[in-house]
């Protein structure tokens, strides 16, 4: 999330522009940008079902790279980002606040070790809901081109990233035309509020009926950023009280 001089809002970033091209609106000529759309993939989940893009139409997604063997950054990772779902909800005061407009993927770096069982041990270790977040594992060739070609981790890791064995600490957050809108470390207390923020902005933003992001929402905008803003701070608390 950034804001400009006057202290406006915005929403996050696009990343890695496709091709430029002119339109035409109003008799104006617009130039516009065609970003870099995320391709498909089919994969197995903790549940042994097959899925792909097409089973998240419309979702935000948090995405992350992990392997259930990793003695370092893994279980941290996966703690946090289970901790940033916990305080993402819908807003109801009553009945089921789980919020199924933001999905969580994390892939197996190490596919042909993390078999479906392995995915499951995983998933019960954290109490991993597989209705708003998969564990994915499968053909270790379309995982890598995921992580390297794709969301580019090389790009955003530099030298960190060894192309044989991806083991990134971003979180990668994808808007729901599979376009990347911002990389997040997965362990530091400041990067998962900024995450935080930026899905509330992006749930904002998939409303295909608003006229103008901030046309006459700007109560929506406050309730939205106080209750974004007391997420962060359950957030902040858990995780520096598990630092100490």
Same mark, same amino acid.
């Given at each position: 999330?950034?804001?400009?001089?006057?202290?406006?809002?915005? %929403?996050?970033?696009?990343?890695?522009?496709?091709? &430029?091209?002119?339109?035409?609106?109003?008799? #104006?000529?617009?130039?516009?940008?065609?970003?870099? /759309?995320l391709p498909a993939f089919s994969l197995l989940n903790q549940q042994g079902k097959q899925v792909g893009w097409a !089973?998240?139409?419309?979702? *935000?997604?948090?995405?992350?790279?992990?392997?259930?063997?990793?003695?370092?950054?893994?279980?941290?990772?996966?703690?946090?980002?289970?901790? +940033?779902?916990?305080?993402?909800?819908?807003?109801? /005061?009553?009945? !089921?606040?789980?919020?199924?407009?933001? =999905?969580?993927?994390?892939?197996?770096? !190490?596919?042909?070790?993390?078999? %479906?069982?392995? +995915?499951?041990?995983?998933?019960?270790?954290?109490?991993?809901?597989?209705?708003?977040?998969? +564990?994915?594992?499968?053909?270790? #060739?379309?995982?890598?081109?995921?992580? *390297?070609?794709?969301?580019?981790?090389?790009?955003?890791?530099?030298?960190?990233? !060894?192309?044989?064995?991806? =083991?990134?600490? $971003?979180?990668?957050?994808?808007? *729901?035309?599979?376009?990347?809108?911002?990389?997040?470390?997965? %362990?530091?207390?400041?990067?998962?509020?900024?995450?935080? /923020?930026? *899905?509330?902005?992006?749930?904002?933003?998939k409303n295909p009926n608003r006229r103008s992001f901030f046309e006459g929402k700007l109560t929506v905008m406050a309730i939205s950023?106080?209750?974004?803003?007391?997420? &962060?701070?359950?957030?902040?608390?858990?995780? #520096? $009280?598990?630092?100490?």
């Open positions: 999330m950034e804001s400009n001089s006057q202290g406006a809002i915005t %929403l996050p970033r696009h990343y890695f522009p496709d091709s &430029v091209y002119q339109t035409t609106k109003r008799g #104006k000529k617009i130039t516009d940008t065609a970003w870099h /759309r !089973d998240l139409e419309n979702k *935000i997604i948090v995405a992350d790279f992990f392997f259930t063997r990793c003695p370092t950054i893994c279980p941290g990772m996966t703690q946090n980002m289970k901790r +940033l779902a916990e305080t993402i909800h819908n807003g109801q /005061r009553v009945g !089921d606040r789980t919020n199924r407009n933001v =999905h969580f993927l994390s892939f197996s770096i !190490d596919p042909e070790r993390d078999s %479906l069982q392995r +995915l499951r041990y995983w998933a019960n270790r954290f109490q991993i809901n597989p209705e708003t977040w998969w +564990l994915l594992t499968g053909d270790k #060739k379309s995982i890598y081109t995921m992580a *390297i070609d794709e969301m580019k981790l090389g790009l955003i890791d530099g030298e960190n990233v !060894d192309t044989n064995f991806v =083991h990134s600490d $971003k979180f990668v957050l994808i808007d *729901i035309n599979r376009q990347v809108r911002g990389y997040y470390s997965g %362990l530091d207390p400041e990067d998962l509020a900024r995450l935080q /923020r930026d *899905i509330i902005l992006l749930t904002m933003e950023f106080l209750v974004a803003t007391l997420g &962060v701070f359950v957030l902040l608390y858990f995780l #520096k $009280k598990n630092k100490s």
